[in-house]
């Protein structure tokens, strides 16, 4: 199962920040948070990853609770473009096998960027 | 950056037929590569983890006679949907992490090929 919890669907100006919320309560010491997003029909695409220091690079920021227990992804200036879904995602390290690195997509946030 | 191509993009094919999907790392080498499968409306669930000059392993409920995965090199791994039926069409998808960041490795985001389209009639 996946391991956060992000709301269904936000809206958000074209032009104007979007803010995604997501919560990851379980996460631990070592467990980075990844962003991705998904455009219709296409494969995910890798936006941003942190551990605990907020992260920024071209794309978007990634503000990390000091708890670790929730982080938002910042897009400075949405776009129409940017209508997409989004997924958090805690990455799982080990499993009783050894190390594995997989991804557990949850359900994601649907982000429609209006004009 | 880390491309991953996938081929076909989209595959029509009669039910009965087996079906091949590739996933080749371009610029990069991959140790692992995951395969996911996506239906409408919901999310990626993740089928196997392949790994490279070993067997794969698969998630709970995946059939590993069903949907064979072969990770003979490290830039390719293919995934093959036997006897496929309609049931099985989906969006096929495959991602992979580069093993040469020696150190960063651990946390190095994996990155997506942009699927594969597989409709059985």
């Known amino acids: 199962d996946a391991k956060t919890t992000q709301p269904p669907s936000m809206d958000c100006a074209e032009g104007r920040a979007a803010n995604l919320p997501c919560n990851h309560s379980?996460?631990?010491?070592?467990?980075?948070v990844y962003w991705y997003r998904q455009i219709h029909s296409q494969g995910p695409q890798y936006i941003i990853h942190?551990?605990?220091n907020n992260e920024t690079n071209e794309m978007a920021s990634l503000i990390i609770t000091e708890d670790r227990k929730s982080s938002t992804l910042i897009l400075p200036h949405a776009t129409l473009r940017d209508t997409a879904v989004y997924y958090c995602?805690?990455?799982?390290?080990?499993?009783?096998?050894?190390?594995?690195?997989?991804?557990?997509f949850g359900t994601g946030t649907l982000l429609a960027v209006q004009p | 950056g880390a491309v991953v191509s996938q081929h076909p993009s989209w595959v029509i094919c009669k039910s009965g037929t087996s079906v091949k999907i590739e996933c080749r790392s371009l610029?990069?080498?991959?140790?692992?590569m995951f395969w996911y499968r996506q239906f409408p409306k919901q999310s990626l669930m993740l089928m196997a983890t392949?790994?490279?000059?070993?067997?794969?392993?698969?998630e709970q409920g995946v059939e590993k006679d069903k949907f064979l995965i072969n990770h003979a090199s490290l830039t390719l791994s293919t995934l093959t949907v036997t006897s496929a039926h309609p049931e099985d069409s989906s969006f096929y998808i495959c991602?992979?992490?580069?093993?040469?960041?020696?150190?960063?490795?651990?946390?190095?985001?994996?990155?997506f090929g942009d699927g594969t389209r597989l409709s059985i009639l």
């Open positions: 942190g551990l605990k």
């Open positions: 991602s992979a992490r580069d093993r040469e960041l020696r150190g960063l490795e651990s946390n190095q985001p994996q990155h």
């Open positions: 610029d990069f080498q991959a140790t692992t």
């Open positions: 392949s790994n490279e000059g070993s067997k794969a392993t698969y």
């Open positions: 379980t996460i631990s010491g070592n467990e980075y």
């Open positions: 995602i805690v990455r799982v390290e080990w499993e009783w096998g050894g190390a594995t690195n997989k991804l557990i």
